[in-house]
């Protein structure tokens, strides 16, 4: 998709941010089977689009940190030039609405604007991924029409709102930990999505149990419908979207001291999904077509994906849905190895009984499994009747020390589990030291009962759990529940253990 009529795809502009001592790409779209000639460095690369106009060249790393490129790319008798090109740490940050959830919203927004103002965090930038729902097939017209042209920023006391506050967060943290030059993050991400949203069509139809799920679901939900009927149902969701907030806005107004949570919980939360439609940005496979494609010729150090809240209605689906979505993604990059942070979901109560916690579980589970991917949990940052917790510090922060990579790759989890002479052992890897930072409960279940056991300082040794069990348990958990209170086991580092549920 091109939003311009320029040679180069609309994300590569000037000022750009390219990783450092990585091969990188540049691509767009011209005539098909066009010559397209680059010239970068002194050198001069060449290849012919395919048949759609698409073309792609791949770039020799640069080196050189205080380099400063101009690169020009010609095709037929266009010209295009882009300039001050420079090269550090590039991530791309995905999905939904808590990766998305902008800065401006975030609980300590006013104290980074000061701290931007103080010129603080230098050299930190941001582009953000054209939120394009649909692009009509015929017409070639893309919705919403107000979408626009973005273009890459250097994060300053008025621009930095309106990026990701998870982003912010990490890049800063990596600025303080002593990452040198330009450190940028390329937002790609839509609120309310599920996973399927962003996988390739011949992927997801690929699995018997995802194409019925999601591509069958989808279709039957469509069949037999006009335009005329997609649009009066969107009318009538619309209605009822807008009642709740004026419900929501008046029971605020009356109860000044309410928390939105509360207020929410009350009330009730925002109807949510909408009906479904063709042109609409939750049907599945829509997203990795008109948003994910933006950012198809990129190179990245590293993504960051937080997502599944929106899939927590198909939980028993997620243990296929995210080890594929990283497979689409690192091949549709051409990156085998991209690196993958999971962000581990944080506590809710409101969702389907115990899917959050199975979520979290594959989230692990898919971390422990997958090369280059692992888990930042962010379980204890959770607020319990609202999906979107206000302070992104805790996890950007978190985040950005794990990328820095001085200690540990992610987040500390149970690496092995034995009983044995009326002891349970819990070995903890990721960790040197554990800790009690609040009450914590492990739930344990025998052939004969279930019990709940509060770990105390003695229960701990190192990096593992010792217990004093006179029967044999079938299984043991930790944290298993959408929302708990109870977080409160840590490594030294004050990175949460990520909950769990063992069988033995």
Not at 345 to 351: E, S
Request: aromatic share 10%; proline share 5%; with cysteine.
């Amino acid at each position: 998709m091109k939003l311009n009529t320029q040679i180069l795809a609309d994300i590569f502009q000037s000022n750009m941010i390219l990783p450092l001592n990585k091969d990188f790409k540049l691509g767009g779209i011209v005539n098909p089977e066009e010559k397209v000639t680059v010239k970068f460095n002194q050198q001069q690369y060449q290849t012919i689009s395919d048949q759609n106009g698409a073309w792609q060249v791949k770039i020799n790393a640069v080196s050189d940190p205080k380099f400063v490129a101009t690169i020009l790319v010609e095709a037929g008798d266009r010209k295009q030039e882009i300039e001050n090109i420079r090269f550090g740490k590039v991530y791309l940050l995905s999905v939904q609405s808590n990766i998305e959830y902008r800065l401006k919203d975030e609980a300590h927004f006013a104290q980074v604007k000061t701290e931007l103002s103080e010129h603080k965090y230098p050299d930190l930038h941001y582009y953000n991924v054209p939120q394009v729902d649909y692009i009509d097939p015929e017409t070639g017209e893309v919705k919403p029409k107000e979408i626009h042209l973005e273009q890459w920023h250097q994060v300053d006391a008025e621009n930095c709102g309106y990026m990701s506050a998870v982003g912010f967060y990490m890049i800063k943290k990596m600025r303080e930990e002593g990452v040198a030059g330009p450190i940028a993050i390329v937002d790609c991400f839509k609120g309310g999505t599920s996973a399927s949203v962003w996988i390739k069509k011949s992927d997801l139809a690929g699995d018997a149990e995802l194409n019925k799920k999601f591509l069958d679901e989808y279709h039957n939900q469509i069949a037999g419908k006009t335009w005329a009927d997609f649009d009066r149902e969107t009318e009538e969701y619309n209605q009822i979207v807008n009642k709740h907030n004026q419900d929501l806005a008046r029971y605020l107004k009356m109860h000044p001291d309410t928390s939105l949570s509360t207020a929410k919980n009350i009330v009730g939360h925002t109807p949510w999904p909408p009906p479904a439609r063709p042109d609409l940005f939750t049907r599945p496979c829509g997203l990795y077509e008109t948003m994910m494609s933006q950012v198809k010729d990129c190179v990245f150090n590293g993504m960051v994906w937080y997502q599944g809240e929106n899939d927590t209605d198909r939980a028993e689906q997620y243990h296929k849905l995210l080890p594929l979505l990283i497979h689409t993604w690192r091949r549709r990059l051409h990156d085998p190895s991209l690196p993958v942070k999971l962000i581990q979901l944080p506590g809710y109560a409101d969702y389907p009984e115990d899917s959050a916690a199975l979520i979290r579980q594959v989230q692990l589970q898919t971390a422990k499994a997958m090369p280059e991917v692992d888990l930042v949990s962010f379980v204890d940052g959770g607020e319990e009747h609202n999906i979107h917790p206000t302070n992104k510090k805790i996890v950007g922060e978190r985040l950005g020390q794990i990328e820095v990579g001085n200690d540990y790759a992610g987040t500390p989890f149970v690496k092995k589990c034995q009983y044995s002479d009326s002891k349970l052992i819990l070995t903890i890897t990721r960790c040197e030291q554990l800790k009690l930072n609040s009450k914590t409960i492990l739930e344990v279940i025998t052939e004969n009962r279930q019990k709940q056991v509060e770990l105390t300082a003695a229960d701990l040794n190192k990096n593992q759990i010792v217990m004093n069990l006179d029967e044999k348990p079938q299984e043991i958990s930790y944290a298993y529940a959408n929302f708990t209170k109870e977080i409160g086991l840590y490594n030294e580092l004050d990175y949460p253990v990520s909950p769990f549920k063992i069988r033995l």
